[in-house]
T-cell receptor, first 116, second 111 residues
Framework: KAGVTQTPRYLIKTRGQQVTLSCSPISGHRSVSWYQQTPGQGLQFLFEYFSETQRNKGNFPGRFSGRQFSNSRSEMNVSTLELGDSALYLC???????????????FGQGTRLTVV | GQQVMQIPQYQHVQEGEDFTTYCNSSTTLSNIQWYKQRPGGHPVFLIQLVKSGEVKKQKRLTFQFGEAKKNSSLHITATQTTDVGTYFCAGHKGGSEKLVFGKGTKLTVNP
């Protein structure tokens, strides 16, 4: 069974630009969550999608957005990039059946975004 | 901000010594999960605890979930160099599907 796939693995962007990151979850997983990881802040929750609907959202500005497609693949977009957006962006998928919380998260390798 | 506190942030031990990391939440957790992230890698699920007072073991690793379901610990006996990495706790709060992570404890082991 293929794992969670994130593309691209590395990205360098200039301040003010926008970026789109992609995540393909494990087959059969309907929940996809996004996290920002930085050395000082650990894993910060961005948002979670389930069946194309955003179920939960973290405390990030509106420049951070996402969506999920009918095949459960997800994308996140960051507009008007700032230097502080440089981080490892991790996507995680889980079975997360409705009303059932106790499922593990499977992480992708992440996309390393550098804003210069 | 971070809603699950994890301490210590860093821990350096000699190979063979024990190691413990602690996780605390101000509110009751539905469950607690533990992940390990090797240097340059991504978090990998280790275990999940659901019941109050639950204790689970995986070889040299012992996981505990507090009676009040607000705290948890991971204890490694006789650390090895392969234990190097950052250990994260994570939990669901109040039935939310949002999985909240602690900031992690970075473990280094001196051979």
């Amino acid at each position: 069974k293929a794992g969670v796939t994130q593309t691209p693995r590395y990205l360098i962007k200039t301040r003010g630009q926008q970026v789109t990151l992609s995540c393909s979850p494990i087959s059969g997983h309907r929940s996809v969550s996004w996290y920002q990881q930085t050395p000082g802040q650990g894993l910060q929750f961005l948002f979670e999608y389930f069946s194309e609907t955003q179920r939960n959202k973290g405390n990030f500005p509106g420049r951070f957005s996402g969506r999920q497609f009918s095949n459960s693949r997800s994308e996140m977009n960051v507009s008007t990039l700032e230097l502080g957006d440089s981080a490892l962006y991790l996507c995680a998928s889980s079975l997360a059946k409705a009303g059932y919380l106790n499922t593990e998260a499977f992480f992708g390798q992440g996309t390393r975004l550098t804003v210069v | 901000g971070q809603q699950v506190m994890q301490i210590p942030q860093y821990q350096h031990v000699q190979e063979g010594e024990d190691f413990t990391t602690y996780c605390n939440s101000s509110t009751t957790l539905s469950n607690i999960q533990w992940y390990k992230q090797r240097p340059g890698g991504h978090p990998v699920f280790l275990i999940q605890l659901v019941k109050s007072g639950e204790v689970k073991k995986q070889k040299r690793l012992t996981f505990q979930f507090g009676e009040a379901k607000k705290n948890s610990s991971l204890h490694i006996t006789a650390t090895q160099t392969t234990d190097v990495g950052t250990y994260f706790c994570a939990g669901h709060k109040g039935g939310s599907e949002k999985l909240v992570f602690g900031k992690g404890t970075k473990l280094t082991v001196n051979p």
